[in-house]
T-cell receptor, first 113, second 115 residues
């Protein structure tokens, strides 16, 4: 069975502070892992993806995530939050060899000036 | 590439009316997904197609909902009759054939309001 757990439905950080959004997954086969961002009144946009290459993945807007198989985690980080980072973030897992997609429940990021 | 195209972007209708949402996937993508997003339930997968064939429709709420994919470049999601609780944002997404990395590309969504 495949599933994704995002710890913390709401996260608030100060502008300039570290952003850490947590994602843990379960998958019966090696997974592909994704982070999507959704800005208000917009669709989902890919931030970054892990596809069995380097375990540290860099994405757009200064975000990165590290695949840790031993911890079944794929946490999203950014060293310094910007006001424009305020959005909803979704983690997703997709088993290799299948095109099913499993989304987490999302984390709403608020950036405090 | 134009990306996934959805129409209309906004739809306001009255309870009991038929609603049809449309989606054009990215050319060359053979998988298409319909999602519904609400504040209460988050992002829900309604149905997905592979090579125009419905593979999993277990997320379709009830018989009032139906989806078709008559060809590789077009899909519809129909609600008949519509109810106020169907108010949500409906997203369409598409992805490349298996063997790629399964990334889904999302359309801008259709915001449906049922009065």
């Amino acid at each position: 069975a495949q599933s994704v757990t995002q710890l913390g439905s709401h996260v608030s950080v100060s502008e300039g502070a570290l952003v850490l959004l947590r994602c843990n997954y379960s998958s019966s086969v090696p997974p592909y892992l994704f982070w999507y961002v959704q800005y208000p009144n917009q669709g989902l946009q890919l931030l970054l993806k892990y596809t069995s290459a380097a375990t540290l993945v860099k994405g757009i807007n200064g975000f990165e995530a590290e695949f840790k198989k031993s911890e079944t985690s794929f946490h999203l980080t950014k060293p310094s939050a910007h006001m424009s980072d305020a959005a909803e973030y979704f983690c997703a897992v997709s088993p290799q060899g299948r095109n099913q997609f499993y989304f987490g429940t999302g984390t709403s990021l608020t950036v405090i000036p | 590439d134009a990306g996934v195209i959805q129409s209309p972007r906004h739809e306001v209708t009255e309870m009991g009316q038929e609603v049809t949402l449309r989606c054009k996937p990215i050319s060359g993508h053979n998988s298409l997904f319909w999602y519904r997003q609400t504040m209460m339930r988050g992002l829900e997968l309604l149905i997905y197609f592979n090579n125009n064939v419905p593979i999993d429709d277990s997320g379709m709420p009830e018989d009032r909902f139906s989806a078709k994919m008559p060809n590789a470049s077009f899909s519809t999601l129909k609600i008949q009759p519509s109810e106020p609780r169907d108010s949500a944002v409906y997203f369409c997404a598409s992805s490349l054939p298996q063997g790629h990395d399964n990334e889904q590309f999302f359309g801008p969504g259709t915001r449906l309001t049922v009065l």
